[in-house]
């Protein structure tokens, strides 16, 4: 974020949240604390300092709706994976939905992802003499970014052959 755009927060921002706390220390004396409302109102008294960060640095948000995003689909993936038929098959679709989770999270298109890596992993998983980890090194979606950014040219005729 820039200085201008910090400058803008504190000056903007800072004013607002000070009302906020203000008011919420008012009503701290007049509402029971055991309460659902008293209880939120002891939350952000109890955080504030936590709760200003963001009027300090220009670097953190003011909420955290990215990584809810993020967490929220996580949740999506693990219910649906329950009606998967069999614990065999809700593993599998975990295992599916994670790469393509972290296909798209790595900014990877899952379908180029996917094709190159059951041909890379084809190759490897009849190897017996290597453990699973070592059989899937490389063959990360960020691995693949890697591959895709170089442009390398045996990365991009293998990736002709894979998508024929």
């Known amino acids: 974020m820039t200085s201008n755009s910090l400058r803008r927060r504190r000056k903007e921002s800072k004013p607002i ?15 029971d604390p055991k309460s659902t409302l008293g209880d939120a109102i002891s939350y952000f008294l109890k955080h504030e ?8 640095r220009g670097d953190i948000e003011i909420d ?11 949740a999506i993936i ?13 593993q599998a679709w975990m295992c599916f939905s994670s790469l393509v989770a972290t296909s798209e999270a790595n900014r990877v298109c899952p379908r180029r ?4 890596l059951y041909f890379c992993f084809d190759e490897k998983r ?8 070592e059989r899937t090194e490389g063959i990360m979606p960020w691995d693949f970014k890697k591959l895709e950014d170089a442009k390398d040219p045996q990365h991009v005729e293998l990736m002709k052959k894979v998508l024929q």
């Open 113 to 116: 992802y996917l094709h190159w």
């Open 17 to 31: 949240f000070e009302k906020i706390k203000s008011h919420l220390e008012a009503a701290a004396l007049k509402v």
């Open 78 to 90: 693990r219910k649906n994976s329950l009606h998967a038929g069999s614990e065999r098959g809700a």
């Open 64 to 74: 955290n709706n990215a990584a809810e995003r993020a967490i929220r689909r996580i």
């Open 49 to 56: 300092q936590k709760l200003k960060v963001f009027l300090k």
């Open 126 to 133: 009849t190897d017996t003499e290597r453990t699973l980890e």
